[in-house]
């Protein structure tokens, strides 16, 4: 019964057996789960509403009036396609009725195999720490903005006000020690339902703000069809890779196929079915956060202009009112809490299941033990969970410490992961689930979605390496930004 009780990592270690199916279990022998596509639609918001919003305003004043808009549908519409897909093949070989798949590079497994799992692993979970070092540095920064906001309004807007990220990073990661204790994925539906709300409170103050600026009058800016203009804002060479760069931002505005197995693994069995049930959650929360995208990126563009700072709430786009920016940036702040939380369950649940299916026997790896917290009631505690989750927020924590730019690391995260993980990989498991036969029709036209993908990711990384290049030139160490 002991076992039954435990909250999670040991059930997670079993080996797909088929238990005794009854009221509080599933198919496969673990706890019953309960999630919902409302629940699913929280995750895939959380995990798409994220920093990515915040810096849309710059992208397309980079593209302009036409592309900008353009490819920030085009993305969320490859994103909505492709997720379909990746639903679909959460059980195999049968959409409804097959095994059970538990993470991105088991799906893989069962479909391609080879070594595309592993470099799939690679992809899905360099991309997940990648994120979650993004994460931290955009959380600081939100919080460095709203100090910084109190000190303009006090001392006026051309005071320096100059004040250092780390000690920020560390209450970040000092949260994240203690959220990070949370045993899986099954117990997140509470912080994914906050951060979502957070999300779209900080994106509808960001727009607010922006349409009051715009409809105010005053100092005029200057938009066009093509975005930034050569020989005026930028040179040649700099509208090229700042255009690069813009994809690649929109393009990790919408990742989140790296947590769309896991968050589908939250799901309650039917009717309807799971892959159902992510179909409408996947609808509800791209359609969701491309309403939101498009309003905050063409709104915030009317406000600034080609001068569009790379995040307009701590860019200082505005300064009043300044109570209103604190709280925008708070949300900010608490919506990454969230975020990064759901980033981070998959690796974690990776390593502590890998390492318990090799040391099976080992109390330190498999033991849980029930503490009494007080007003909360029984919390179960592993050695190896309290040890390698704090150990992996510090060093996330640190790698922010060192690497504090923002828009090109946003932008290179983005590109890198975008084609195998958005594209690739659920296009070759549909055509291999379909059997759909090489040179058809819709074969051929996958294939051409696939590779213009991949240029659009090729040229974006390339923008993106560049930012991080300059930036790092720019860069002085030690220097309060």
Not at 159 to 179: D, E, G, H
Not at 378 to 405: D, G, Q
């Amino acid at each position: 019964m002991e076992k039954k009780k435990s909250m999670s990592v040991e059930k997670s270690y079993t080996d797909h057996e088929i238990g005794d199916t009854n009221k509080n279990f599933d198919d496969d022998g673990r706890e019953k789960r309960s999630g919902t596509w409302m629940t699913g639609s929280a995750h895939i918001i959380t995990a798409v509403i994220g920093s990515g919003v915040l810096s849309l305003a710059w992208a397309i004043a980079q593209l302009g009036w036409v592309a900008g808009p353009a490819v920030l549908m085009a993305f969320s519409f490859i994103t909505y396609f492709t997720s379909t897909m990746l639903a679909d093949c959460y059980r195999s070989p049968d959409p409804v009725t097959g095994k059970r798949n538990y993470t991105y590079m088991e799906v893989v497994r069962s479909y391609l195999g080879g070594r595309k799992v592993q470099l799939c692993g690679l992809a899905q979970y360099g991309n997940l720490i990648g994120i979650t070092i993004g994460y931290t540095i955009t959380a600081s920064i939100s919080m460095v903005a709203v100090k910084r906001s109190n000190c303009f309004h006090k001392n006026g807007h051309n005071v320096k006000c100059a004040t250092s990220n780390t000690p920020f990073m560390i209450v970040f990661a000092i949260i994240q020690i203690i959220l990070s204790q949370i045993p899986n994925f099954h117990n997140l539906s509470w912080l994914s339902i906050l951060a979502a709300v957070m999300s779209f409170c900080y994106a509808s103050i960001g727009v607010g703000l922006s349409i009051a600026k715009a409809a105010g009058g005053g100092e005029h800016v200057r938009t066009t069809l093509t975005g930034v203009t050569v020989g005026v804002d930028v040179s040649g060479a700099e509208k090229v890779w700042r255009t690069f760069q813009a994809i690649g931002d929109i393009a990790f505005a919408y990742a989140y196929s790296t947590v769309l197995i896991e968050i589908q693994d939250t799901l309650k069995a039917g009717p309807p079915s799971e892959n159902k049930a992510m179909k409408r959650a996947s609808l509800v929360g791209v359609s969701t956060t491309t309403f939101f995208y498009m309003l905050c990126g063409c709104v915030g563009y009317a406000a600034f202009g080609n001068d569009a700072p790379g995040n307009f709430l701590t860019g200082f786009g505005f300064y009043e009112p300044f109570w209103l920016i604190d709280f925008a940036n708070v949300c900010i702040a608490v919506h990454l809490v969230g975020a990064y939380q759901v980033f981070c369950q998959p690796i974690f649940q990776f390593v502590e299941s890998q390492s318990a299916k090799r040391w099976p026997d080992n109390k330190f790896i498999t033991g849980e033990y029930k503490i009494h917290v007080p007003c909360c009631g029984e919390f179960s505690i592993n050695f190896l969970r309290l040890v390698w989750r704090t150990s992996y927020v510090v060093v996330t924590a640190v790698v922010a410490m060192i690497f504090p730019f923002f828009n090109d690391f946003l932008g290179l995260i983005g590109a890198a992961s975008f084609w195998p993980l958005t594209v690739y990989f659920p296009i070759e498991m549909h055509i291999a689930q379909k059997k759909i036969p090489k040179f058809s029709f819709t074969w051929t036209w996958l294939k051409i979605l696939s590779w213009a993908c991949f240029v659009v990711s090729i040229v974006a990384a390339a923008g993106s390496v560049q930012g991080l290049i300059t930036s790092l030139k720019d860069f002085k160490p030690f220097q309060a930004p």
